[in-house]
C-alpha cells in the first residue's frame, strides 16, 4: 500500500510548528505544503492524501473542493481538518473550535455572557465566533479594515470584555506589531491572541502589563492538532498530551536571552551554553560590528553612542525573531525600553549578576574610566524591569550555564500564555 500523504497546507508557512506537533503524536509522515490557489484543486485531487490541516488564507476556499463537510465545519463556515476516507471521499472538518475553547479554559477566560470583540474576519474569525456562540457570549463584534465595525472606530466597543486577535498582526517575522491599543478597554477580562510565532505578542504583553488574563495561541495550535490527529487516525488522545507537547515545544522554540553589566561574562556564559544545549547562540555586539564593518569602540569614536545604540535596537530586533538560539545583549541594551519587546516575545531574559570590582573593562568603550558602581546602580532598575530571572556569575560560567539551563527547562511553558 502506497505511503499516506499528511500535513500543512497554506500559503506561507515559515512560522509553522504544526510539524513537530503532530511528529510528538507519532505522525512522523507529517509534512508542510505552500501552495498558491491555484494549486489547491490538483493538491486536493491526490488520492494518497492521508489527512490534512488547513490555515491562511485557505480555510474558506478548500470547501467546494471537499465531498462531505461535517456539520459542526457546516456552521462554523471554514475547514481547517480534511481527511480521505476509505470510500475515497474527502472529509471535511473544523477542530479550531475545540483549540480554541481548550486556549480560553486553560487561561481561565470564560466568555459566557461576556461581550466578545473579535479582531478580523478571515476563517480563524470563524471559528472564535462559532466558539463564543457555544459558550454563551452575550455579544460578538467582528472588527475588520472596512467594515462597519472597524479599526477607526473601535472606540465605540470599548466595553469589551474579551479581545480575541484573529488576524495575522505580529506574527512571524513582524513581530512588535499590535492590531490595537489595550487601554481604551477599560472593562477587558481577557485577551486571547492566536497567534503563536513569537510566544509572546505585542498584543499579549500589553495585557500582561495591564494586568488582565491573556493567552498565546500555542495552547490552542496543540489542541486542534490533538483533534485533528483523532479524525486522521479514528483514535482518542488523552488531553494530557497537550500540555506536554506545549511544554516541549516551548523550551525547543524559546531562546534564551542574557543581560547584565559590561564585564560580567555574558559571552563565556553564553558559550558555556551553548556547549551544554547544542543551541546556536548569537552576540548582538558582533551582529553590530559585522554589519558595520568596524568595531565597537571604533563605532563610539566615529559615530557616537546615540548611533550605536539605534544599529544596536535592529541588532536585538533581529536577533529576538529566531527561535532556540541563546542571545547574548550588550551591556546597555536595556537602556532602550524598545529592546525589551523583542527580546522577551520569544525569549526568558537572565540578568547575570556579578561583583562590580570583578568586572572586565576591555574593549568597552564606556567602561573605561567609568565609575562602575554608580553605572551598576543607575541600570539596575533596567536589568530587573527586563529580567525574568537573576542568576550570580560568581563560580565558573559552566556552572552558570547550568543554573540557566535547568531554571529554562523548568518554567519556559509559561501557564499564563
Not at 277 to 297: F, K, N
Not at 331 to 355: C, F, Q, S, T
Not at 375 to 383: S, T
Amino acid at each position: 500500500m502506497a505511503e499516506k500523504l499528511y500535513g500543512l497546507i497554506g500559503r506561507k508557512l515559515g512560522h509553522s510548528y504544526s510539524a513537530p506537533i503532530h511528529a510528538a503524536m507519532g505522525n512522523g509522515a507529517y509534512r508542510l505544503f505552500e501552495l498558491e490557489s491555484e494549486e489547491l484543486r490538483e493538491f486536493l485531487s491526490r488520492p494518497d492524501i492521508g489527512g490534512l490541516n488547513v490555515t491562511i488564507p485557505y480555510k474558506r476556499d478548500v470547501m467546494k473542493y471537499c465531498d462531505v463537510i461535517s456539520p459542526d465545519a457546516e456552521s462554523v463556515g471554514s475547514v481547517n481538518t480534511i481527511v480521505r476516507r476509505a470510500d475515497g471521499r474527502l472529509y471535511a472538518y473544523n477542530t479550531d473550535v475545540y483549540g480554541f475553547m481548550y486556549m480560553a479554559a486553560r487561561a481561565g477566560i470564560s466568555l459566557a455572557g461576556k461581550k466578545v470583540v473579535i479582531l478580523g474576519s478571515g476563517g480563524a474569525y470563524l471559528a472564535v465566533r462559532a466558539a463564543a456562540e457555544k459558550a454563551g457570549a452575550r455579544q460578538i463584534v467582528c472588527i475588520s479594515r472596512s467594515g462597519e465595525d472597524n479599526y477607526e472606530n473601535i472606540g465605540k466597543h470599548a466595553d469589551a470584555q474579551v479581545i480575541v486577535n484573529a488576524t495575522p498582526v505580529g506574527m512571524y517575522p513582524n513581530n512588535g506589531a499590535s492590531p490595537v491599543d489595550l487601554s481604551i478597554f477599560k472593562s477587558c477580562e481577557g485577551v486571547l491572541d492566536l497567534i503563536y510565532n513569537p510566544a509572546r505578542t505585542a498584543l499579549i504583553m500589553q495585557a500582561r502589563a495591564l494586568g488582565i488574563p491573556c493567552s498565546g495561541g500555542l495552547f490552542m495550535l496543540v489542541a486542534q492538532a490533538k483533534a485533528a490527529e483523532e479524525y486522521f487516525f479514528d483514535k482518542k488522545f488523552d488531553d494530557a498530551v497537550i500540555g506536554d507537547i506545549t511544554a516541549k515545544l516551548s523550551r525547543e522554540s524559546e531562546n534564551i536571552v542574557i543581560i547584565g553589566m559590561p564585564g560580567s561574562g555574558k559571552t563565556t556564559i553564553g558559550e558555556a551554553l551553548e556547549r551544554l544545549t547544542g543551541r546556536r547562540s548569537v552576540d548582538t555586539d558582533a551582529l553590530i560590528e559585522a554589519r558595520a564593518g568596524i568595531s565597537i569602540p571604533e563605532i563610539f569614536a566615529r559615530f557616537g553612542e546615540a548611533e550605536f545604540r539605534r544599529m544596536e535596537r535592529e541588532a536585538v530586533a533581529e536577533a529576538g525573531r529566531g527561535s532556540g538560539t541563546i542571545i547574548m545583549t550588550g551591556g546597555g541594551a536595556v537602556k532602550d525600553e524598545r529592546n525589551l519587546a523583542p527580546l522577551r516575545g520569544n525569549g526568558r531574559i537572565y540578568h547575570i549578576e556579578r561583583d562590580i570590582e570583578l568586572l572586565s573593562r576591555d574593549g568597552r568603550p564606556l567602561s573605561q574610566g567609568a565609575d562602575l558602581y554608580k553605572m551598576y546602580a543607575e541600570r539596575l532598575p533596567m536589568y530587573e524591569r527586563f529580567c525574568d530571572v537573576s542568576i550570580r556569575n560568581d563560580a565558573s560560567p559552566e556552572d552558570a550555564a547550568e543554573r540557566i539551563w535547568r531554571d529554562f527547562c523548568e518554567n519556559t511553558c509559561d501557564k499564563r500564555a
